[in-house]
Nanobody, 114 residues
């Protein structure tokens, strides 16, 4: 089993920045890829950023150039640096770990509003 705990969400003004963290514990050797998803009210959950164990990253077009996914292996933590935030980035953000199984965090709310 893998446990994921997110933190770092909150309220920010348009144009502002936030950094989300996701710390993994448990059978972390089973993880081969980490992802950040988000889900806005009335919308499906969407994958916005991915990082593999080899450090290869990928982004949804809507966040490319504004968001950066990174990992600190020594801390078993994955980050999502979010810059130039827009109101349409408002959503619950979820951390996801993939391997033989898939694991989810509890989510953290990000609200972008003036």
């Amino acid at each position: 089993q893998v446990q994921l705990v997110e933190s770092g969400g909150g309220l920010v003004q348009p144009g502002g920045s936030l950094r989300l963290s996701c710390t993994a514990s448990g059978s972390i050797s089973r993880i081969i890829i980490m992802r950040w998803y988000r889900q806005a009210p009335g919308n499906e959950r969407e994958c916005i950023a991915t990082i593999t164990n080899g450090g290869i990253t990928d982004y949804k077009d809507s966040v490319k150039g504004r968001f950066t996914i990174s990992r600190a292996n020594a801390k078993n933590t994955v980050y999502l640096q979010m810059n130039s935030l827009k109101p349409e980035d408002t959503a619950v953000y979820y951390c996801n770990a993939g391997g033989l199984s898939e694991y989810w965090g509890q989510g953290t709310q990000v609200t972008v509003s003036s």
